[in-house]
């Protein structure tokens, strides 16, 4: 019998063979019962006839995980490539190949491949079919995984106003169109507009699909993160435990969605500086995930990475270290090298560095970081600036403060222009330029950038948020410093 890709001796639930290599599909089909050949599951989705089967479980009716699928996408476009460009069969082969490609964080290829299937739809069936509006939809999804945040925008906006006038606003297409728009409004720092769109798309789903579909717990989960981003925490708590509730009675206690909004909720609860209850909340999701989805799932991954992050703002640095070193190992088996994932989690390592004193540490590990992390997203994205703004902090620790005032503004400016200046992590690069503008001998410019942040994160984060209990500790350091 042969070992799968989690090391584990199985047999493959298709032929009952345990010869060659098995895999873990990645779907929610537990242990044994999620292992394959790949050979397999092509076999499968040939015989089946439904397009959905060479990127979905037939048993679980979930995605396999982006590994299989990118296997199952290749063989089904090599079946299909020499048709005509206008095959249908083709165009949906290529379209699930856009979106795979996507989800492994390689967009610019992705990119090409849905600009030629937009293109060959338009041709096709015209530029308002449903089935080319779809495929714009997506190929915008694409520019905003990329950081391009404005042009996703810009193109979901008009979209959408299409999607109205010839679909319908209670078309579902229209309203997952609305609901990709909401998450580009939160990546511009368009707030409002986001929860405008997001209260719109949950109306509409509580209407049409009940107040328990998984669908409608999702777009409530989504309303709550865009309180949770405009620091409405009772809002966004109250929301999520409803839906926690909801995930435990429809999905039951150790279902992946169950195991995501336990999450959620425990980050609202570390928003609001209740970090030993986040930090419970996370072990235990994360004890439950390693039991029934295993080590390698990407829920488990989420547990880990949320309990890593709940530990570091709690200041237990080196706890917090050991599970991020623990999740960059485990990540590296699943994901590329630069999969967005796997890249924030070593962005986050070289954040810890930092908090635990070893400065050249971290400035290596953010630089090493920060090259595929611009390639991968590019210049403008959250993380990226986010990453931006540690390595500057390290700078300054360091005593290069005038290197890191330079790079700092330069990021804060690019994220006042992207996401805007109320968004945390707008406030956040701000209060670490205050603090290195003080450390400069810029007293005055830095208290005052300091006590206006101060303002802005108390009002749109909270007093206990911890990125506004940091800006009060530079601005009472410097306070109490002698000058």
């Known amino acids: 019998m042969a070992k799968c890709s989690m090391g584990e001796l199985v047999e493959c639930t298709i032929c009952l063979c345990g010869d060659g290599e098995v895999v873990q599909r990645g779907c929610f089909c537990r242990g044994a019962a999620g292992a394959t050949h790949i050979e397999c599951l092509v076999s499968v989705a040939e ?25 199952l996408a290749g063989v089904w476009c090599s079946r299909v490539d020499g048709r005509d460009r206008l095959d249908e ?176 909720l425990a980050s609202a609860r570390r928003d609001r500086g209740e970090f030993a209850e986040a930090a419970e909340m996370a072990r235990s999701t994360l004890d439950v995930g390693i039991r029934v989805l295993g080590a390698n799932h990407p829920e488990t991954f989420d547990a880990r990475r949320n309990l890593a992050i709940t530990l570091l703002e709690q200041g237990e640095y080196v706890e917090s270290e050991k599970i991020l070193l623990e999740l960059s190992v485990l990540e590296k088996k699943v994901y590329s090298e630069h999969h967005p994932k796997v890249l924030v989690t070593m962005s986050n390592l070289g954040n810890v560095a930092m908090s635990l004193g070893r400065l050249d540490d971290a400035e290596k590990q953010l630089r090493d970081v920060l090259k595929p992390m611009i390639k991968t997203l590019g210049e403008s994205d959250v993380f990226v600036l986010y990453t931006t703004a540690t390595l500057a902090d390290v700078l300054t620790g360091l005593g290069r403060v005038d290197e890191a005032i330079d790079m700092l503004k330069a990021c804060h400016d690019k994220q006042v222009q992207c996401i805007g200046i109320e968004h945390r992590s707008s406030l956040r690069t701000a209060s670490t330029l205050g603090a290195a503008l003080c450390s400069s001998g810029a007293l005055e410019e830095g208290c005052a950038l300091l006590r206006d942040t101060l303002e802005r994160q108390t009002r749109v984060l909270g007093p206990n948020n911890s990125f506004t209990r940091q800006t009060c500790r530079r601005l009472t350091a410097v306070s109490e410093s002698p000058l």
């Open 89 to 264: 069969e083709r165009l949906a082969a290529q379209g699930n190949m856009a979106s795979v490609l996507t989800n492994l964080a390689r967009c610019a290829e992705a990119e090409a491949i849905q600009i030629d299937v937009v293109a060959a739809l338009t041709d096709l069936f015209g530029e308002e079919d449903e089935r080319t509006l779809v495929a714009g939809a997506t190929l915008a999804s694409i520019y905003s995984e990329q950081g391009k945040y404005a042009e996703a925008y810009e193109r979901q906006h008009a979209l959408l106003t299409i999607h109205r006038r010839v679909l319908g606003s209670d078309n579902p297409n229209t309203m997952i169109l609305a609901t990709n728009l909401a998450i580009s409004c939160s990546d511009l720092g368009k707030f409002a507009e986001a929860e405008a769109l997001e209260l719109e798309v949950l109306a509409y789903e509580e209407a049409h699909q009940g107040k328990d579909h998984p669908g409608t717990l999702t777009t409530a989960g989504n309303l709550a993160a865009t309180y949770r981003m405009q620091g409405k925490y009772a809002e966004a708590e109250e929301i999520l435990t409803r839906v926690l509730i909801a995930r435990r009675r429809v999905c039951g206690l150790e279902h992946s969605d169950t195991l995501t909004a336990t999450l959620s």
């Open 47 to 71: 015989h089946s006839g439904k397009w959905s089967s060479w990127s979905t479980c037939g048993v679980c009716k979930s995605w396999y995980t982006d590994q299989v699928q990118l296997a």
